[in-house]
């Protein structure tokens, strides 16, 4: 396996708050890498930088061995990392079709519109919202919403995808649906990172777990060893019900 | 030695200016609405003065109050009735909006006062004083004092009265100031009607600096444009640091290049300052 | 019933040219231009969502471009030409500079534009003529033939840029540009260049009132800062455009033309009052029709049906 993202030692300021303190990580080809960490750990932040929405204030960022720290968003999004919004951000009164169609156009490599909305009907179909790929963006329910943020970002054919909080708000049978989706996504070829505050949710499809906390790096490794890190623990549970649990089965 | 005359002659004139601008920006900053009536505005409160003197020999500086509450009843009534209506529309519609209202009154006062330019002039007239090797004329340094005095009035106002809390309240988040019991349409009108009173207060000073006519306020209107930008939209602070950078601008301008590059020049750094700079000289944003 | 509007529109163009008189041709010049100024600013204004009230710097700053350059004996078509092209290098260049800004910021800095290039026309007024104007070189032909020949001009612009805004729309740029105008962030995180896309934009909406600008000048052989740096001019074209409906092709050719008819009507009859008159117009236009005429027909097919 070979870094397709690298991540050093990276910063990000917001009026002298540190929300991202000091962070170094790489993704590699193939994973599904869960982030997660409390709310306010730093995760979208670390998203937002990787993105180049809001760029790193120290540390640099490489993708496929070029330094990406200061691209512009846009630029990023060709090279081919692509991204879900934690809260959904459709094109309100454009098709669905023409929502994918865009990420197509503009990132995917599409040479026309019609090559766009072409690979848009297909990737509708494979997200399951193809029936609705004339109506507004806007008329969709937040499932089917997330599930066109989604196949917007497919239609990048990106070579990284994070998935911020996609299961945000969904009942378990769509969680079950997403999570699905997501190892089928995973399948194609396409490298992922699963942005969750939810720990549970991503235990089942990781092959590796990241653990933020107050913009640190408190973890990296296997899920069945994260699971079991004292500082994760903590982070989660807070100090005194960390050791209790520890006590507890000893 | 020229330069200490132009710098007194450019703070002479910002305590004014922040006056001129204070409104605006209240507005803007709190109801998020360009008014664009805000030259009109002003005019209108200097005609007020101009006749409360010409016709019944009453002084400006004491008609401005009776010119703020004249304006105050026409901002009330307008934000009630009309801007209300688009204050949730994007920008393109609100800023049409109140073009269109200021075409109708400007027009209004094109008919009843015609074009000429007019000017109080105080009999007897104030003079100047002498600091130093600096000219100040009287007029104009108490007409920065009474509008400094307005200004911070307003400061006040905002600050320690309920009124005031309340329009701090929208500021930061109408949905909920209007949960905790502020009466937010009632609250916006109060707001708009502030800006209106600031300006016809502003106006009426200003007749016996200024020769006024409705042609010419559009001039105004673009000095609170450049003093809120320059300064920083949305805080008392924002529009005196604005009101005196601005004074200094035309005086330092008028001195190197000639007076008829005060406004380009303004504007260019209000273009500029948008540029590179869109919260201001005070560099951060709000009311509180 | 878009159709039709646009044969009644061409039907009365044509009319006008054949039986209408002088007035009825120079009617139909104004309409040509405002059609043009419309047209244009819908693509930054109505596509991108980008206030623009810049429309005046550019027809202005093609008006005395224009002049400036025939007066130095540049052929009158060139001079048009090069006239527009200048207003969108002015465009493009400022466009880079303040396309970042949003809402209010990007509607004052683009209105500060207008004053800035007047009153830097009227202070160079060895080049200028400052603020008692610059004539224009007195062109031939018999009051008639000229008034063909400029409507000629006129309407041949306004049709390129009808048909420019037609490809834009259809092409990925106005794709772009809807994106940017729906959500500029999500746009931007698509891979949307939306930096180059606004500039783009900004400079097309330029480059049409540029070359308006320099017809303008020649048809009326006077120009003053005035008049050609009019703030109305920035705020005309916007307002056909909320008439006409946003972001559409065809809605502001329709607004031009139904501003254009109530401009003459309230000229003719309220002389000292039109102002006024264009200012309720305005008032009653975004408090009871926000998205326009078009919008009544958009809606009474439907209530046909219910």
């Known amino acids: 396996m070979s870094a397709l993202l690298q991540i050093e030692r990276v910063s990000r300021t917001f009026k002298g708050l540190r929300a991202i303190d000091d962070v170094s990580l790489s993704i590699n080809t193939g994973e599904i890498v869960g982030l997660i960490g409390p709310n306010g750990a730093g995760k979208t932040t670390l998203v937002n930088l990787v993105t180049g929405m809001h760029p790193a204030t ?6 496929m061995g070029q330094d990406i720290t200061r691209l512009a968003p846009n630029r990023i999004a060709e090279l081919g990392i692509a991204r879900t919004f934690q809260v959904v951000q459709p094109f309100p009164r454009m098709s669905v079709g023409d929502n994918i169609a865009a990420g197509a156009l503009f990132a995917g490599g599409a040479g026309s519109l019609t090559a766009a909305r072409q690979r848009a009907r297909e990737l509708a179909q494979q997200v399951a919202i193809d029936d609705l790929f004339d109506q507004p963006a806007a008329t969709l329910t937040l499932a089917r919403r997330k599930r066109l943020e989604l196949a917007k970002s497919l239609a990048m054919t990106p070579k990284v995808l994070f998935l911020d909080e996609v299961n945000a708000g969904l009942n378990p049978a769509e969680i079950d649906d997403a999570l699905r989706l997501i190892s089928k996504i995973s399948q194609s070829g396409i490298t992922i990172v699963v942005i969750e505050h939810l720990m549970k949710v991503v235990l089942s499809i990781s092959t590796r777990l990241i653990v933020l906390h107050h913009g640190q790096l408190i973890a990296d490794g296997p899920p069945q060893d994260v699971v079991r890190d004292a500082r994760v623990a903590e982070a989660y549970l807070g100090k005194r019900y960390a050791e209790a649990s520890r006590r507890a089965p000893a | 030695m020229i330069y200490l005359q132009v710098l007194a002659n450019g703070v002479v004139l910002g305590g004014l200016y922040a006056a001129i601008a204070v409104g605006f920006s209240l507005v803007w900053g709190v109801l998020n609405v360009i008014n664009l009536l805000h030259g009109s505005f002003i005019i209108l409160g200097a005609y007020v003065a101009f006749f409360a003197y010409s016709l ?13 509450l004249i304006l105050f009843a026409i901002g ?4 009630g009735t009309v801007i209300n209506r688009v204050i949730h529309a994007p920008v393109l519609m609100t800023l049409t909006l109140t ?12 008919l009843a006062f015609k074009a000429d330019y007019r000017k109080v002039v105080l009999d007897p007239p104030l003079g100047s004083i002498f600091v130093g090797p600096i000219v100040l004329p009287l007029d104009r340094v108490a007409v920065t004092a009474l509008a400094l005095l307005m200004t911070y009035g307003l400061y006040r106002l905002l600050r320690d009265s309920k009124l005031g809390r309340a329009i701090i309240a929208i500021r930061m988040d109408r949905e909920a100031a209007a949960l905790m019991g502020v009466n937010v349409l009632r609250m916006q009108a109060m707001t708009f009607a502030i800006g209106a009173f600031m300006a016809g207060a502003a106006g009426s000073l200003l007749s016996i600096i200024y020769p006024i006519s409705p042609l010419n306020s559009i001039t105004f209107l673009g000095k609170a444009f450049v003093i809120c930008v320059i300064g920083g939209l949305g805080s008392v602070g924002g529009a005196i640091v604005g009101g005196v950078a601005l004074g200094l601008i035309e005086s330092l301008t008028a001195l ?7 406004v380009p020049i303004s504007f260019a750094l209000l273009v500029a300052f948008l540029a590179i700079r869109p919260t201001g000289l005070l560099g951060r944003r709000g009311y509180e | 019933m878009r159709m039709v509007v646009i044969l009644v529109i061409l039907a009365a163009c044509l009319a006008a040219l054949v039986f ?35 429309t005046a710097a550019f027809f202005g700053l093609g008006t005395y471009a224009s002049a400036i350059l025939q007066s130095s004996g540049m052929p009158m078509v060139f001079a048009w030409l090069l006239g527009g092209i200048i207003a ?18 990007f509607a004052i800095a683009s209105l500060a534009l207008v004053e800035v290039v007047r009153e830097l026309v009227n202070i160079n007024d060895r080049l200028t003529g400052g603020g008692m104007g610059l004539n224009l070189p007195i062109t031939h032909g018999s009051v008639t033939q000229q008034a063909v020949y400029f409507l000629g001009a006129m309407a041949t612009l306004a049709l390129i840029t009808l048909l420019s805004a037609a490809a834009v729309q259809r092409g990925k740029l106005g794709f772009a540009l809807r994106c940017i105008q729906q959500n500029e962030d999500a746009a931007v995180m698509l891979g949307v260049n939306a930096r180059l896309y606004k500039a783009a934009a900004f400079t097309l909406s330029a480059v049409f009132p540029g070359i308006a600008g320099g017809i303008y000048a020649s048809w009326v052989h006077y120009i003053d800062p005035s008049d050609v740096f009019d703030i109305l001019l920035s705020v005309k074209p916007l307002v056909m455009v909320l008439v006409g409906g946003l972001g559409t092709l065809f809605g502001p050719v329709v607004g031009a033309a139904v501003f254009l008819g109530l401009e003459e009507a309230v000229w003719r009859s309220f002389l000292t009052v039109h102002a ?12 009871f029709l926000p998205n326009g005429l078009m919008s009544i027909a958009r809606r009474l097919p439907k209530a046909g049906q219910a």
Request: charged share 5%.
């Open chain 2, 256 to 262: 190197w290049f000639g007076p008829e590059y005060a």
């Open chain 3, 88 to 105: 969108a290098g002015f465009a493009a260049l400022i466009g880079l500079a303040i396309l970042h800004l949003k809402g209010h910021y």
């Open chain 3, 20 to 54: 209408g008189g002088n007035y009825a041709l120079r009617l139909a010049t104004i309409f040509a231009m405002y059609a043009t100024l419309a047209l244009s600013w819908n693509i930054i204004g109505g596509l991108a969502g980008y206030p623009s009230f810049a």
């Open chain 3, 276 to 287: 006024a008159v264009l200012g309720a117009l305005i008032v009653a236009l975004i408090l």
């Open chain 2, 56 to 68: 019944l020999g009453v002084h400006p500086f004491l008609s401005a109050p009776i010119a703020g």
């Open chain 2, 99 to 110: 073009f269109g209202l200021d075409l109708l009154l400007n027009n209004a006062m094109l």
């Open chain 2, 76 to 79: 009330y009534s307008l934000q």
């Open chain 1, 58 to 63: 120290a540390g640099r960022v490489r993708f």
